[in-house]
């Protein structure tokens, strides 16, 4: 059974940097497009960006400045890093799995999810 | 970016009816459509991939339909596990994105 476990820091002042590391227990860590998901209190949902299984990295162009997304095949881990974090990054952010059909991409397995509040 | 538009915002339905809920794209993404529910403090739940697949162990009282830029959700006979609020998500470019959300309330 895949799961994916998350953690980092919940409490971020402005121009802090934000990082969170997600594990993924169970199944292979190959083929699939890592992939970090977050959602503002309230709201829906939003693609932060993926690391596909080549190492390339897609992010969302409002964000592409700032963010970071990498891969640690030794420990079946990926990472977010999120520099000069203002009260807008304030959200809960999720890790999931990305599963490539002829279909294009779905999000098959999520974390449990970390609210990362920003504020002074 | 592909603008995904889902409407109503919000249903309010009781135990046994059929529900839809609509989803539109803003340009044409052929059957690259994801269907999510989620609960209050949980994550996601992929329901559907490709406008219409089934995923694995999720209830055959859900299904969709579309293709192009106009899908659906349907829940056949709604049971009390299906309050939540569904999404969907476009697969078929960057960014991808996601429409903003529909409630599906107990009437």
């Known amino acids: 059974q895949v799961q994916l476990q998350q953690w980092g820091a919940g409490l971020l002042k402005p121009s802090e940097t934000l990082s969170l590391t997600c594990v993924v227990y169970g199944g292979s860590f190959s083929g699939y497009y890592w992939s970090w998901i977050r959602q503002p209190p309230g709201k829906g949902l939003e693609w932060v960006g993926e690391?596909?299984?080549?190492?390339?990295?897609n992010y969302t162009p409002s964000l592409k400045s700032r963010v970071t997304i990498s891969l640690d095949t030794s420990k079946n881990h990926f990472s977010l890093n999120l520099s000069s974090v203002t009260a807008a990054d304030t959200a809960v952010y999720y890790c999931a799995r990305g599963l490539y059909t002829i279909f294009g991409l779905s999000f098959d397995y999520w974390g449990q999810g970390t609210l990362v509040t920003v504020s002074s | 970016d592909i603008q995904m538009t889902q409407s109503p915002s919000s249903v309010s339905a009781s135990v046994g009816d059929r529900v839809t809920i609509t989803c539109r794209a803003s340009?044409?993404?052929?059957?690259?459509l994801v269907w999510y529910q989620q609960k209050p403090g949980k994550a996601p739940k992929l329901l559907i991939y490709g406008a219409s697949s089934l995923q694995s162990g999720v209830p055959s009282r859900f299904s969709g339909s579309g293709s192009g830029t106009d899908f659906t959700l349907t829940i056949s006979s709604l049971q009390p596990e299906d309050f939540a609020t569904y999404y969907c998500?476009?697969?078929?470019?960057?960014?991808?994105?996601f429409g903003q959300g529909t409630k599906v309330e107990i009437k």
């Open positions: 690391i596909n299984p080549s190492g390339t990295t």
């Open positions: 340009q044409g993404i052929r059957s690259w």
């Open positions: 998500q476009q697969a078929n470019s960057f960014p991808r994105t």
